[in-house]
């Protein structure tokens, strides 16, 4: 047989095996799905719809479409989601990148009609929401980030990043699959663990930013004609409460140009030496009567337009 004729038929047959595996892989995916979905309908008093579900064994990544919420006892629609995805999850370690999306995401006529009153830009529009961990098994180091969007309105990201996480993610994985068959005593061991780990853990960066979209005016406004207020008098009062805060005239003055723009937030916070919560949280307190030493521990930046 010609060297080309063996290549082609290998070829034929490893297609046949990926496509047969991907087959299999989202008649599995659906299952899990489905026992997800009974398990968290017993544990709430909502229900979940949907309209079916897919895997990438590439990517390693589960999707869910069409989505509803509604409450168990009426049967009354919540939230509608366009689709849900997981990348990353492994159910016998910690993968080191996990991402959770939910996109297209719109409160049912009752919740908007709720929320109208208070916020009729962010009743009229969809939502999309992320959230990812990378873990360096190697360094023990993670990065959590997160963030919200109100299509057309603002988005809000959230980034935490953290040293000496490995006791996190080793008591995560031992709670994940011990499930719920624990008995109280293991309960208490468990939970004794988890604070533990999370005291261990090492503050290094905190980003907090807000991404201004056309509507984003529209919203501020409503917020303060609530309250009573026009923009220039809210203007008005931030200046003068940031007179009476102690921190540098940097924080203040970006603080005051997104205020007056709307478009772009940043709040950054990093810490230069390695410690844990509990000596980082001492450390606060001994500097709380000292807010430009405070400012300068916690590389406070904060820009604004």
Known sequence: ??????????????????????????QQAELAVQQQIAQFAEQSELLIEHQGSSYNLFTNTIKVQSLVIKEATEQQTLLNIGEFSLQGYEADKISEFTEVKLTNVTLS?????????????????????????????????SEFKSSVEAAGVVGLTFDFDLGNSAGLMTTSLEMQQQGTDMTLEQELQMQSKLISAIQSLQPQQLTFAVAGQPGLGALVNELLANKGLTKEQFQQ???????????????????????????????????????????????????????EGLEKFLNLKVTGS
């Open 1 to 26: 047989m010609k060297k080309s004729t063996i290549m082609l038929a290998l070829g034929g047959a490893m297609s046949a095996v990926v496509v047969g595996a991907h087959l299999y892989a989202n």
């Open 109 to 141: 006529p009752v919740l908007a009609a709720e929320l109208e009153q208070q916020a009729a830009t962010l009743a009229d529009t969809s939502y999309a929401l992320t959230s990812s961990l990378r873990y360096n098994p190697d360094s023990g180091n």
């Open 237 to 291: 009062m931030l200046s003068m409460q940031l007179m009476q805060v102690p921190v540098s005239d940097e924080v203040k003055q970006g603080l005051r140009d997104f205020a007056s723009g709307l478009n772009a937030l940043e709040v950054n916070v990093s810490v230069d030496d390695a410690m844990d919560f509990n000596a980082f949280s001492q450390q606060v307190q001994s500097l709380a009567a000292d807010p």
